[in-house]
């Protein structure tokens, strides 16, 4: 995308514009990202030793952990935290992502309005995208639930269990393999044809591009964002790593990262596996 980098979006309004030359740089995208992921990631830590008697063992965690009500169960406040926590993480880890779809799309309806041809601004489309990344932050809020409830991950949000890290890497790794993700991918990596065979020029139907275009990323990277459930959720190493895999498959060609990325969860996975049934292992010296 370098090529389109310096690439004045003159036709559109000036908001418009800006946007499309802020998706124009997705390194410096993703680097403001995580940045704001960080300073989120700390915020929380923050609440979170806020309610707790020792400060220091906050601090200590790995994770960001969010603090739940005092008897275990979870209210409204902490439905609330955790579901702007799985928003504000979805939204850093995926909007870099999404840059070369968003600025193909911003390149199009300038090239039509410079032909005075009537188009929508990219905020809808960028809208529509979002609205689906939020569908999805609120189930990953309702499994987190689950999951505690399940004992399966903890009060820090981390999971508890060897072999359910283990099997979500794997998973993931697996998926990284499967005809559905590269189908998916494919339409992430090339956003072209498809705004060149369903263009629109209401805003209802932009917006519904863009929530064809979010599904299409969703269905590429819902295995990577699953991968948070067995690392750590709020882990900012991790979600950055993450998301940096996920932005370099969408701007990239051919299929060997792919391929590379999920042999390296799998393997990962693999030790996850054999730690926890080693560690359980019968007659396993003490």
């Not at 790995?62 to 169960?73: C, E, K, R, S």
């Not at 990953?140 to 099997?167: E, H, K, M, N, P």
Request: proline share 4%; hydrophobic share 55%; net charge positive.
């Amino acid at each position: 995308m370098s090529h389109t980098a310096g690439h004045r979006l003159d036709h559109l309004p000036p908001a418009a514009s800006r946007l499309g030359a802020a998706f124009a740089r997705p390194k410096w995208l993703a680097i403001a990202c995580i940045v704001t992921l960080t300073c989120l990631g700390w915020l929380y830590l923050g609440l979170l030793a806020a309610d707790m008697d020792g400060v220091t063992g906050a601090i200590c965690s790995p994770t960001f952990g969010i603090a739940l009500m005092p008897n275990g169960v979870w209210g409204v406040r902490g439905f609330a935290l955790i579901g702007l926590m799985w928003a504000a993480m979805t939204l850093a880890m995926m909007l870099p992502s999404a840059a070369p779809m968003i600025l193909t799309y911003a390149e199009i309806a300038d090239t039509a309005a410079s032909k005075s041809k009537a188009v929508v601004s990219p905020f809808v489309l960028t809208a529509g995208y979002t609205a689906v990344w939020l569908g999805f932050a609120v189930l990953a809020t309702l499994a987190q639930y689950a999951l505690t409830r399940a004992v399966i991950i903890d009060a820090g949000v981390a999971s508890v269990s060897g072999l359910f890290s283990g099997a979500i890497l794997i998973g993931a790794g697996l998926y990284q393999f499967s005809a559905l993700k590269h189908a998916c991918l494919k339409q992430c990596q090339s956003p072209f044809p498809f705004f060149f065979a369903n263009w629109h020029t209401t805003p209802r139907g932009v917006f519904r591009l863009g929530v064809k275009q979010g599904l299409f990323c969703l269905g590429c990277c819902w295995a990577m964002m699953a991968v948070t459930f067995a690392v750590g959720i709020m882990n900012v190493i991790w979600m950055a790593g993450l998301g940096i895999v996920m932005t370099i498959e969408k701007i990239g060609t051919g299929k060997r990262f792919t391929y590379a990325i999920g042999v390296v969860s799998i393997a990962i996975g693999v030790v996850f596996v054999v730690t926890a049934v080693l560690a359980h292992w019968p007659g396993r010296a003490i």
